[in-house]
């Protein structure tokens, strides 16, 4: 009677455990999406803020980063409140924030109400990163499956980027984008109050109860942490320069407001497709060869959008996106196998926090050689500079080997 006992109690941990997981998974990717939409919908905007408040490519630039920057440099911040005060409201606060923060930049008549919108949308947005993340790889280690868990995760965001300003390019051709941007701040309240109800109230508890059945077990390699902090912020720095300048170059080639939220629908929909396929074929062939793949990839197809005319432009962006969002879903796989032990959520915290930190002062330093040299010059630049991960990448595979 105890052995059936044993089984039952076995059996509704294993049920318990599967809902928690299932649970943390859609509250993780609900909140991606959403914030990771209303971070990129900025770059629908920008050429219509630039119009309106008559600033230069560099002031551009720090509109973008701005928004950026906050959410970088309060990652670690989220991450230690947390501890404190729960993922659950760490999460659900943030998320509301955000929505705040649109909420005031659709009412702004002026570029410094505007800045400060854009400062509090990235406040909000800081807690969503290194809190889903580690709260993917808690509730999802003991059962296995967390490079595809994040791997999912990572799809999510880039669902939401490719619906959200997509639906906003649609709506600015029927109404003003005041309207639009306060519309994208309920979007946020609505989304806090999902995520409250999603969150298990428990998930460490339940998390914690099959650490011990299966543990991913970092090698706390400090050499190999920067080397992967140095591809990552490379990375998303040329994602982030790329997108603050493609609006731009669209418009040069031709395309208006609704062409301009098409285009980014095309890339971020291969971005979607490229977040999840990488980081599952990161799991199969190894980050190094997935990284050297879809960085030499992007590296080339920065400069054919660069030359080809719109339509050329227009057709290969879906392969562009793939390829330019592939590579973070395989390094965001990697910090657990690199972080110190009891250290994970600190680890993605740093890792966050530079990758984002290069992605929001890449805007300002590239918009400043925009201003001086032309957009081509500065995308010309960047897919150069992206080359540069391929002997990082090598340099953090032989970390996670050794």
């Known amino acids: 009677m105890s052995d059936l006992n044993a089984v039952a109690i076995s059996s509704d941990s294993d049920v318990d455990g599967t809902a928690v997981r299932r649970r943390s998974l859609l509250a993780a990717c609900s909140a991606h999406a959403v914030?990771?939409?209303?971070?990129?919908?900025?770059?629908?905007?920008?050429?219509?803020?630039?119009?309106?408040?008559?600033?230069?490519?560099?002031?551009?630039?720090?509109?973008?980063?701005?928004?950026?920057?906050?959410?970088?440099?309060?990652?670690l911040l989220a991450s230690r409140l947390a501890k404190r005060w729960?993922?659950?409201?760490?999460?659900?606060?943030?998320?509301?924030?955000?929505?705040?923060?649109?909420?005031?930049?659709?009412?702004?008549?002026?570029?410094?109400?505007?800045?400060?919108?854009?400062?509090?949308?990235?406040?909000?947005?800081?807690?969503?990163?290194?809190?889903?993340s580690s709260l993917i790889t808690d509730t999802h280690e003991a059962g296995g499956g967390v490079k595809e868990?994040?791997?999912?995760?990572?799809?999510?965001?880039?669902?939401?980027?490719?619906?959200?300003?997509?639906?906003?390019?649609?709506?600015?051709?029927?109404?003003?984008?005041?309207?639009?941007?306060?519309?994208?701040?309920?979007?946020?309240?609505?989304?806090?109050?999902?995520?409250?109800?999603?969150?298990?109230?428990r998930d460490e508890q339940v998390s914690s109860k099959g650490k011990a059945a299966k543990v991913i077990t970092g090698t706390g390699s400090a050499s190999g942490l920067r080397a992967l902090l140095l591809t990552g912020t490379l990375d998303s720095a040329v994602r982030m320069g790329f997108l603050t300048f493609l609006p731009f170059l669209l418009k040069s080639k031709g395309a208006g407001t609704a062409g301009i939220g098409l285009a980014l629908s095309?890339?971020?929909?291969?971005?979607?497709?490229?977040?999840l396929f990488c980081g599952y074929l990161g799991a199969r062939i190894g980050m190094m060869k997935t990284v050297w793949i879809t960085e030499s990839a992007t590296s080339l197809l920065i400069l054919l959008a660069v030359w080809l005319p719109l339509f050329g432009m227009m057709a290969m962006l879906p392969l562009l996106g793939l390829a330019l969002n592939g590579t973070s879903s395989v390094l965001y796989g990697v910090v657990p196998e690199l972080a110190k032990a009891g250290k994970r959520e600190q680890a993605f915290a740093l890792f966050y926090t530079c990758t984002i930190g290069g992605g929001a002062l890449s805007p300002v330093l590239f918009g400043r050689l925009g201003d001086i040299a032309g957009v081509s010059t500065a995308l010309i630049t960047l897919a150069a500079i992206l080359l540069f991960t391929l002997p990082l990448s090598w340099r953090v595979q032989k970390e996670i080997g050794a």
């Open 149 to 201: 868990a994040l791997a999912q995760y990572n799809f999510a965001g880039d669902i939401g980027k490719t619906l959200i300003p997509g639906l906003v390019g649609l709506l600015l051709v029927v109404a003003s984008w005041q309207a639009s941007v306060t519309l994208m701040g309920l979007l946020g309240l609505a989304a806090a109050g999902l995520l409250r109800w999603l969150i298990p109230v």
């Open 266 to 275: 095309l890339l971020f929909v291969g971005g979607a497709f490229g977040k």
């Open 35 to 75: 914030h990771d939409g209303l971070t990129d919908l900025i770059y629908v905007l920008l050429p219509i803020w630039q119009a309106q408040f008559s600033i230069s490519y560099a002031l551009v630039g720090l509109l973008r980063g701005s928004y950026s920057g906050m959410m970088a440099g309060c990652q």
């Open 86 to 132: 729960g993922r659950e409201r760490m999460l659900v606060g943030g998320t509301a924030l955000a929505g705040i923060a649109y909420l005031i930049a659709g009412q702004a008549g002026s570029l410094t109400v505007l800045l400060i919108a854009l400062l509090l949308g990235g406040l909000g947005a800081s807690t969503q990163h290194p809190l889903a």
